[in-house]
């Protein structure tokens, strides 16, 4: 009950003219962004950031939320149309999507996705609403050695779903590293900035948000080359048939929960969520031979887990102040910069703030469903604008941004070096988000470790007898150690056969 | 091929800058009494980014070659490195609407060879439009040329 309460306050912050259309925008980027290629949400929200800058923080995280879902609504409309996800979690939505375009069904397909999406962001939503509050409550019973056990897990997680876990591991320390430049928080030494008085601030979030998503990423798609997509039918007919309906209902509520589970997790998210969905889908269908040849379960169900899992993967950002994900860690760097520290103390000194998040991600679902069932033509129209016209403009913005960040020329050419860094990450898959996620975690990692040896009179043991962060670090190790275990063991049953 | 492949030369750089901090931080305080000092935790991830990327380069595998495709469009991702380069560069000179303007032009119609009216075009809306909201809306100080804008 105490939730419905919080609940009706959040929908009467959100029902005002400008936290409606900044939802509205938030939901449209966020469509927009998830269509186009060679940007992400991550990077739609770093460049977006300096425009909300001495603004409403709820207003402005209401449109960053809406980017973040909207981008998985806007990414299926590639996967669909031309079978180019727009979106690392909408791969396997491009499977039977494209296959149902082909046969000229390439309306229903997008309708299902919309329709599943609506209702697996709705249901995302009302996980996290009951979700989020508990897991802060217990968490206000960490102490300094379970959220340093917290950001080792964090960082683990997100670098074990990397295409190489050490990969993920190097970027991450080099997040955590670079987060150290500036002055010491505890002692005020000044550290690393080789004589630079303008690196005693530290190396800000936005710049590497910006170069590493922004820059990076442009560079990374004109590598691969950019010939047009050929989009190879017209949308028509985007509300599904009623065979539809009843093929898709039980995917939907199975790619809901699976999505929100998976959501929840350190570092998993929609993409290994989409995965689970149509694995779990192609295991239950009593035709699994047709998955691959445009069945609509298989677009109902992984759209529905990778719009769930957006919302929980919410929970941990916003109740422990961990986020799970690239574009969360992004978002948590632009709540520390409204001066919002995400974690327990948030739901109890900005409820309000929290409330009127949630509330939004319901009305930004809705808006959502109807920018998508009617409107979903014009949106493939974005499609046919060349990337030749489309990165100049991003480029100019994330140059923009970052200087309006602090209005300094000296991020300017940070931003330069690390769009370099960035692109070499990408060319070379070693994963971005770890390294954000590093940088963004530092201040409260560092804290933490140098609050628990002061505790105990540094010994490392204090990580390992309370039972809270014992418990964290021993799933840390499990999570980083039993997938390369299992692998050894298997090569070795292979080499004795 | 050879052993230093661009993967491991990334990773030999970021192995670099761990042994860099590691170095850099002897100089600050490691522990103070039995807390740890400004030099602890930057010492200790030197070390450990040193450590994870030798382990990498131990169990990496030997890459796939690079085919032709990426290195013509890598002639791309050179110009338009060296472009941003010469626009931040620009910035200080000749003003921020300008430095913008000129970087846009150049990736539409030279590298990118759009018709002089479409990079013409875009190079002045998209100065525009950003120099409105930004500077005249939000209120940025963006540096002026020595024409006034």
């Known amino acids: 009950m105490e939730a419905l309460g919080h609940l009706a306050q959040g929908f009467a912050i959100v029902f005002t003219p400008t936290n409606l259309l900044f939802c509205f925008l938030g939901v449209l980027l966020g469509q927009a962004i998830g269509a186009l290629p060679g ?25 960053f939320a809406g980017i973040y879902y909207g981008a998985q609504y806007g990414g299926t409309i590639t996967s669909v149309l031309v079978s180019i996800p727009g979106e690392s979690s909408t791969v396997m939505t491009s499977i039977d999507g494209y296959q149902m375009a082909r046969k000229g069904r390439a309306g229903a397909a997008l309708g299902m996705a919309a329709i599943g999406s609506f209702v697996a962001g709705t249901l995302g939503t009302v996980g996290l609403m009951l979700a989020a509050p508990p897991l802060a409550q217990a968490a206000l019973y960490f102490g300094p050695p379970e959220y340093f056990a917290l950001v080792v897990m964090g960082l683990a997680a997100l670098a074990s779903v990397s295409s190489s876990v050490l990969k993920g591991l190097i970027t991450g320390v080099t997040g955590l590293l670079l987060a150290t430049i500036g002055v010491d928080p505890q002692m005020g030494d000044t550290r690393f900035t080789f004589g630079q008085i303008w690196l005693l601030d530290g190396i800000e979030f936005l710049v590497l948000a910006v170069a590493v998503f922004g820059v990076g990423e442009v560079l990374a798609t004109l590598s691969q080359g950019d010939g047009p997509a050929p989009i190879i039918t017209a949308i028509r007919n985007v509300w599904p048939t009623r065979k539809d309906f009843r093929a898709c209902r039980l995917p939907i509520l199975r790619g809901s929960v699976i999505g929100f589970l998976v959501g929840v997790l350190p570092g998993a998210g929609a993409t290994i969520a989409s995965f689970i969905a149509y694995a779990v889908e192609k295991k239950v269908s009593k035709h699994p031979e047709r998955f ?47 001066g919002l520290r995400p974690g327990p103390q948030l739901f109890q000194q900005h409820t309000e703030f929290i409330w009127a998040i949630i509330a939004s991600m319901y009305i930004g679902n809705v808006m959502l469903l109807i920018l998508n069932l009617p409107l979903a033509p014009l949106f493939a129209v974005l499609l ?37 860094l960035g692109y070499f990450m990408k060319r070379y898959h070693f994963p971005a988000a770890p390294l954000i996620l590093g940088l963004v975690l530092e201040p409260l990692f560092e804290n933490a470790l140098r609050q628990s040896l002061a505790l105990s ?31 050894l063991v298997r090569s070795l049953r292979a080499a004795l056969a | 091929m050879s052993w230093l492949t661009g993967e491991r030369a990334l990773a030999l750089a970021l192995a670099a800058i761990g042994l860099l901090f590691a170095l850099e931080a002897r100089e600050l305080t490691y522990m103070d009494e039995f807390a740890p000092g400004a030099g602890f935790l930057p010492l200790w991830l030197g070390l450990i980014l040193f450590a994870l990327v030798v382990g990498f380069l131990i169990t990496a595998r030997k890459p796939k070659a690079e085919q032709d495709t990426l290195r013509r469009s890598e002639r791309k991702v050179v110009a338009v490195t060296v472009g941003l380069v010469a626009c931040v560069a620009l910035i200080d000179w000749v003003g921020f609407a300008s430095a913008i303007a000129a970087y846009i032009l150049y990736l539409t119609r030279w590298v990118e060879g759009r018709r002089w009216g479409l990079s013409v075009g875009l190079a002045a809306t998209t100065t525009l439009g950003l120099y409105l909201v930004f500077h005249l809306w939000l209120g940025v100080p963006l540096p002026m040329g020595p024409w006034g804008f």
């Open chain 1, 457 to 487: 009179h540094g010994s490392l043991a204090i990580f390992v007898t309370r039972p809270i962060s014992a418990t964290l670090l021993a799933v840390t190790a499990a999570v980083i150690l039993v997938p390369r275990a299992m692998r």
């Open chain 1, 39 to 63: 940007i992400g949400p991550s990077a739609g929200i770093a460049i977006l950031m300096p425009l909300t800058f001495g603004g409403d923080p709820i207003a402005a995280t209401i449109m």
């Open chain 1, 384 to 420: 046919r604008v060349p990337y030749a016209v489309l990165y100049p403009v991003i480029l100019a913005l994330c140059i923009i941004g970052v200087y309006s960040q602090s209005n300094s020329l000296d991020d300017l050419w940070l931003m330069v070096v690390f769009g370099v």
């Open chain 1, 292 to 338: 691959g040849n445009g069945v609509i379960e298989a677009v109902a169900a992984p759209e529905a887990a990778n719009n769930s899992a957006s919302a929980g993967a919410m929970v941990p950002m916003f109740a422990l102040g961990i986020p799970g994900s690239g574009t969360t860690a992004v978002m948590l760097g632009a709540l520390i910069m409204f």
